[in-house]
């Protein structure tokens, strides 16, 4: 089962890909609940919204890797959910860190993202939406958003649900609840 | 008509094409056809950008697009969101955000159909 979660900004997406995986580990009687994070704590703001992310997470029995960079080298097995947040971490670091794979970071996290799904099977991805400001950005963050939608789009093909958080409820763009026209 | 709509980047002018009945559709770019490539055209691309440049030459957006929806009726007009951000600091930037909203809105009125693209995904919404 690969679940990809995408929304804005505190729209709760987070939080609901947090329970669906939860209850994907009951459902799959997997034995494991790993929690792949993206963002290194860099500054105070970081630190803070991590410590957030932490603090939610707390007595749901995940596991925490901590994964910057470089998806499809982390050890994962057929055992566990794994709940991957978030995208847009994952484009920034391996466009921007020194360890990123720069210009090949499409093909990188499109490698990354299938390995989970191979060797991984039950999988919930966090993406976000930051496509819907109208805003004519520089260069460099074009080229990030653009490669970031492609990458949405990728997983989106490989998911069984495409699901957008808007206010904290699911709105469904592929599997369940999904009219498709 | 039909409007396709959505964020950046998200496949919706692949989502128009897959909706045009013609094989190989006539596409106009909203930033710089002429007006009358615009009327012949059976999807108009970045439409939003037609809007940003009847704006750009002091044109009153709205019934221009009256107008050519009025001579191009079967036109499939892709429109990105432009609305779910700050409020621009930029009047011009203000006013266009704000008309290409309302004018949206006033077409998807009259259109037989309008779609929301998001990750190549499309929904139905009219």
Redesign the interface.
């Known amino acids: 089962m690969v679940v ?1 979660i ?1 929304g ?1 900004s505190g729209s709760g997406k987070s939080e609901y890909a947090e329970q669906r995986a939860v209850a994907l580990k009951e459902k799959e009687k997997a034995s494991e609940l790993i929690y792949i994070a993206t963002m290194e704590a860099q500054d105070a703001e970081s630190k803070k919204r991590i410590e957030r992310h932490r603090k939610m997470r707390e007595g749901k029995g995940f596991f925490t890797y901590e994964c910057y960079t470089h998806l499809e080298e982390l050890p994962v097995n057929k055992n566990q959910v794994i709940l991957l947040d978030c995208l847009s971490n994952l484009t920034a670091n391996e466009m921007f860190s020194s360890n990123g794979r720069k210009e090949q970071m499409v093909s990188a996290i499109e490698k990354g993202l299938t390995h989970l799904i191979k060797n991984g099977k039950n999988v919930v991805i966090v ?1 976000n ?1 930051v ?5 004519e950005y520089d260069e460099m963050t074009k080229t990030y ?2 490669r970031m ?2 990458i ?2 990728f ?3 490989q998911a069984d649900e ?1 699901i ?1 958080v808007i206010c904290g409820i699911p709105v469904f ?2 599997g369940e609840c999904h ?3 | 008509m039909i409007i396709v709509t959505g964020g950046a980047y998200q496949g919706k002018l692949a989502v128009a094409k897959s909706l045009c009945k013609k094989e190989n559709p006539v596409i106009a770019e909203g930033k710089e056809a002429s007006l009358e490539e615009l009327e012949q055209a059976d999807i108009i691309a970045q439409f939003h950008l037609y809007i940003r440049r009847l704006l750009e030459k002091g044109i009153e957006p709205e019934k221009q697009v009256e107008e050519l929806c009025k001579k191009n009726p079967q036109v499939i007009l892709e429109i990105t969101q432009l609305g779910c951000g700050v409020v621009p600091m930029d009047a011009f930037d203000r006013n266009y955000r704000e008309q290409v909203g309302r004018i949206s809105c006033k077409i998807a009125e009259s259109a037989e159909a309008v779609y929301m693209v998001n990750c190549g995904i499309a929904k139905r919404l009219k």
Do not use: M, P, R, S
């Open positions: 990809f995408t804005g993406g939406n496509f819907e400001d109208g805003i958003l653009e939608a492609k949405h789009q997983l989106a093909t495409v957008e763009w592929k009219e498709v026209y």
